[in-house]
């Protein structure tokens, strides 16, 4: 049953036929079963019958004229899978041991539940007899022998383990085997990681398994549709390999009664499906699901059901149905409770759809409930946000004032992870910051290498300082880094002393062991080349530019970096011809250290008057111009969210610039696209011109340029 199954194309064309000629002879086999044959069951005490098959001749062309003829009158009883017929004149003992005559009907051949009249039987004459004349004799018997339905919660409460339930069935089987694997999978959820590993070897081991496996393949075509769902979830979560006869032929039958699905068995069914991988058989039936949806999208009552469904069709779902989805949530919007709200994030990012109505309604809803949110659901939340490039600077705001006013409450590296969170949407949540610092240079003895680079990664990429508790935390840093030297990696060294140079702060111990020769070999052949070129690119301009103690002259013999072709902002150019003139200033221009500049600008030393050059003099000396003004035009993402903070690379350029004689003019793209022609020269003239040139007189561009 558990034998890994080959893929399906594999399969030989003589082996097809061997199979479809083995299932005609196997129905023929079934069929056969029709034929009333004699039987004689003891009937135990304990509820077994063990038949002893008498066999009686028949005709199989008369088969279907004499059928009721030949049926021996009686009460009928049903008993698992067989009729159970009590002969006429016979008596049955209510204890001890009774004699029968069964007619055995296969399940498979019954695919759906057979129905009786209990208050007629027929009799050896023909005539209708009423079926409560012998209740009282039949009623002991009955519950004596009709097993006791086993109720999976029941089950799951009397048992401790998953052997207890294979036990019980080993006992005393009954219809249907889904509510034993239902009830291991309930029990194995109370257990913990360990155990539970423990308990499934047992299960695996345990000599039923097998046979509940066998069993519950026959009934896979019988049993209620909820009920096969429900045993195929338990299994998938009870680890059971997916590429298994008995995964593989369990999925098979959901996708042929797939029009069975109501709208407990579509939330089921999508649960499943989100937890396996994908194969032939699961995106077969993802793809009917789909389809199913699609039909029935607008049935759907339930929230719950509504989100699972959007959850499990994929990103790969046709854009229709996405927006069919999305409709029908925003229809639902109502009767969305908080917890709903909550997973609507992470609904969205499942299905990659981007539907900023609907996230708004929901952020409005977690923002307002955010108290007693849990930390789970506050990290799915900034995660799906991530994904899904959505930017809701209230959310952001509610769910970092949350933490911040309850931060004692809170486990240093869980508040770790949502600052990383924060910065990967480049939102900086100062007082939250603040706490975590302050927090981090008190108590350092959580920190390890992982939770140092990731904490040095945050504060540098967001420029976050604090003007009391700046220092003394990046000295706490540098000393936990430092104790680290002797395991850490080279890549994290690398990425440590590089957030530390954003910050500039240059702790001597980690550069000395960066800058070793086989420490840069290995980040130059090893590893993700291209970033750490940049890295250690960086590095050495920081070790020019910036006040370190140490290896001024340290020169690192690095490849260059790839330059992309850049093109200078057309409307920045336009507005610096009419303010200008042509020749005033030079468009895209690479520095040493690898810095670019849109705009280069030279003016005299007040930022009074604008000095020209031409083209073939780009690279002159600077030693007579007085002023050189750079022009930066940055995007949105260079700047912390919602804010003009500039995030960690731009501010380190800044810094760099001012070193290297720049005065820097920072044009938001964005904003410059809004601007009218004339409003956009009046901007740049305020930004080139000193403020004392400005109002001392009216400048004559003319007679400048």
Avoid at 226 to 249: C, E
Avoid at 568 to 573: D, E, N, S, T
Wanted: glycine letters at 4%; charged letters at 20%; one cysteine or more.
């Amino acid at each position: 049953i558990l034998t890994t199954l080959k893929p399906f194309e594999s399969v030989s064309v003589a082996r097809k036929m061997n199979n479809r000629a083995g299932s005609f002879l196997w129905n023929i086999r079934q069929f056969s079963t029709l034929v009333p044959t004699g039987r004689t069951v003891r009937l135990y005490p304990s509820g077994f019958c063990r038949p002893k098959i008498v066999y009686s001749s028949w005709n199989p062309r008369k088969l279907l004229s004499n059928f009721d003829n030949r049926m021996q009158s009686s009460i009928r009883y049903l008993f698992q899978d067989a009729l159970i017929f009590k002969s006429g004149g016979d008596g049955f003992q209510t204890k001890g041991i009774s004699t029968a005559t069964v007619l055995t009907v296969d399940r498979l051949l019954c695919p759906r539940r057979l129905s009786f009249n209990s208050k007629h039987f027929v009799s050896d004459n023909g005539l209708k007899k009423n079926f409560h004349h012998e209740a009282s004799n039949e009623d002991v018997l009955t519950k004596r022998t009709k097993p006791t339905p086993i109720n999976c919660r029941k089950l799951s409460q009397e048992c401790n383990s998953l052997s207890d339930v294979l036990d019980i069935f080993s006992k005393a089987p009954t219809f249907p085997s889904s509510n034993y694997f239902s009830a291991m999978w309930t029990i194995a959820k109370r257990m913990s990681d360990d155990q539970k590993r423990f308990e499934k070897q047992l299960m695996f081991n345990h000599p039923m398994f097998s046979q509940l496996c066998e069993q519950i393949m026959r009934e896979a075509k019988i049993m209620h549709y909820d009920n096969l769902l429900f045993s195929l979830h338990a299994m998938v979560k009870l680890g059971i390999p997916q590429n298994t006869l008995l995964i593989q032929t369990l999925l098979r039958v959901v996708q042929e009664r797939i029009n069975e699905c109501d709208e407990k068995c579509l939330s089921v069914l999508s649960t499943i499906l989100e937890a396996m991988e994908p194969c032939k058989n699961v995106d077969v039936l993802r793809a009917g699901l789909r389809m199913l949806v699609d039909q029935q999208v607008w049935k759907i009552e339930r929230v719950f059901t509504l989100q699972a469904v959007m959850k499990c069709i994929g990103k790969d779902a046709p854009i229709g149905l996405k927006r069919k989805l999305e409709m029908k949530a925003l229809k639902e919007l109502d009767q969305f409770s908080v917890l709903n709200s909550q997973r609507m994030f992470a609904v969205l990012a499942a299905m990659n759809h981007r539907s900023i109505i609907l996230l708004n309604e929901c952020s409005k809803i977690v923002t307002s409930n955010i108290h007693g949110c849990p930390f789970k659901i506050l990290i799915s939340i900034l995660q799906s946000c991530r994904d899904l490039q959505y930017f809701n600077i209230d959310l952001f705001k509610g769910i970092a004032d949350y933490v911040a006013t309850t931060f004692d409450i809170w486990k240093l590296k869980k508040v770790l992870f949502l600052l990383i969170l924060f910065e990967n949407v480049g939102f900086r949540p100062v007082s939250l910051m603040d706490l975590f610092m302050k927090k981090a240079a008190d108590e350092p003895g959580f920190l390890n290498v992982k939770s140092l680079v990731s904490i040095l990664h945050v504060y540098s990429s967001l420029n976050h300082f604090h003007k009391c508790w700046t220092h003394e935390f990046l000295e706490v840093m540098a000393s936990a880094l430092t104790g680290s030297l002797h395991h850490i990696t080279s890549e994290n060294l690398l990425n440590a002393v590089c957030s530390f140079c954003l910050m500039n702060h240059f702790p001597l111990a980690p550069i000395n062991q960066l800058l070793q020769k086989d420490i840069i070999h290995d980040l130059l052949t090893s590893g993700d080349v291209e970033r750490n070129v940049h890295k250690l690119h960086v590095l050495a301009a920081c070790l020019k530019l910036d006040d370190v103690p140490c290896h001024k002259d340290t020169h690192l013999v690095l490849p260059q970096l790839s330059s992309m072709p850049l093109h200078p902002h057309a409307k920045v150019a336009e507005v610096l011809s009419s303010l200008l003139g042509e020749g005033c200033f030079s468009k895209s221009v690479w520095l040493p250290h690898n810095y670019y500049i849109d705009f280069e600008i030279r003016m005299d030393a007040n930022r009074s008057q604008v000095l020209p050059f031409s083209d073939v003099d780009v690279v002159t000396s600077a030693t007579n111009i007085q002023r050189l003004v750079a022009v930066l035009c940055v995007p949105r993402s260079t700047y912390c969210l919602d804010s003009t903070h500039p995030r960690g690379f731009l501010a380190m350029k800044m810094r760099h610039l001012k070193v290297m004689g720049f005065h820097v003019i920072l044009v938001n793209n964005w904003e410059m696209e809004k601007l009218e022609m004339k409003d956009a020269v009046t901007f740049l003239k305020s930004k080139i011109y000193s403020q004392e040139a400005l109002s001392t007189a009216d400048i004559n561009l003319q007679s400048t340029c």
